[in-house]
T-cell receptor
Framework: GQQLNQSPQSMFIQEGEDVSMNCTSS?????WLWYKQDPGEGPVLLIA?????ELTSNGRLTAQFGITRKDSFLNISASIPSDVGIYFC?????????????FGSGTQLTVLP | NAGVTQTPKFRVLKTGQSMTLLCAQD?????MYWYRQDPGMGLRLIHY???????AKGEVPDGYNVSRLKKQNFLLGLESAAPSQTSVYFC???????????FGDGTRLSIL
């Protein structure tokens, strides 16, 4: 199946710093989604991207659908303690038998006071 | 305003026992999914359903069975639990494939 390479695996940052994480693949995706998972809870959708080159913001979060359609980026500006959690990218290919979301392995974010 | 509800939230089983995990959604979504989440491996699709009465295999279906008798419910069964099935199980639903999936809060399952 399709593979999504998400990096970094973990990040330790100071409160107030900006954060960047990304997902890459050898396959072309039609949709990119970014989720956040808090401890003990299920993933919650942050941003959805549907067009190559699309840049979408949600408060301090900004995500981009790569021009090649093989990657996506998530940036968090001015991090705060509640940003702690695991961030997942997910991609969707609409053709063939791969009509399922493929998830990256996640980026564990720790924000230090 | 429940969204996706999973029961139970926690369960401990002995090897060889069976159990059923229940997922219920109140958003009238056609598609429902069962994932397992293991450390460092993200979410892996076990089975999914494209509508009432239909099911299909995902990436890691072995050892699991599912049923979708009602549109709002999706059941995941373990017929003979094995320690390798210790994991956190998430149910999700969506209107269409490729649309954002809405997740439940998970069931933490330990097999001894």
């Amino acid at each position: 199946g399709q593979q999504l390479n998400q990096s970094p695996q973990s990040m330790f940052i100071q409160e107030g710093e900006d954060v960047s994480m990304n997902c890459t693949s050898s396959s072309i995706f039609n949709t990119w989604l970014w989720y956040k998972q808090d401890p003990g809870e299920g993933p919650v959708l942050l941003i959805a991207l549907y067009k190559a080159g699309e840049l979408t913001s949600n408060g301090r979060l900004t995500a981009q659908f790569g021009i090649t359609r093989k990657d996506s980026f998530l940036n968090i500006s001015a991090s705060i303690p509640s940003d702690v959690g695991i961030y997942f990218c997910a991609g969707y290919i609409s053709s063939g038998s791969a009509r399922q979301l493929t998830f990256g392995s996640g980026t564990q974010l720790t924000v230090l006071p | 305003n429940a969204g996706v509800t999973q029961t139970p939230k926690f369960r401990v089983l002995k090897t060889g026992q069976s159990m059923t995990l229940l997922c219920a959604q109140d958003m009238n979504h056609e598609y429902m999914y069962w994932y397992r989440q293991d450390p460092g491996m993200g979410l892996r699709l076990i089975h999914y359903s494209v509508g009432e009465g239909t099911t299909a295999k995902g990436e890691v279906p072995d050892g699991y069975n599912v049923s979708r008798l009602k549109k709002q419910n999706f059941l995941l069964g373990l017929e003979s639990a094995a320690p390798s099935q210790t994991s956190v199980y998430f149910c999700a639903s969506s209107y269409f494939p490729g649309q954002p999936q809405h997740f439940g809060d998970g069931t933490r399952l330990s097999i001894l």
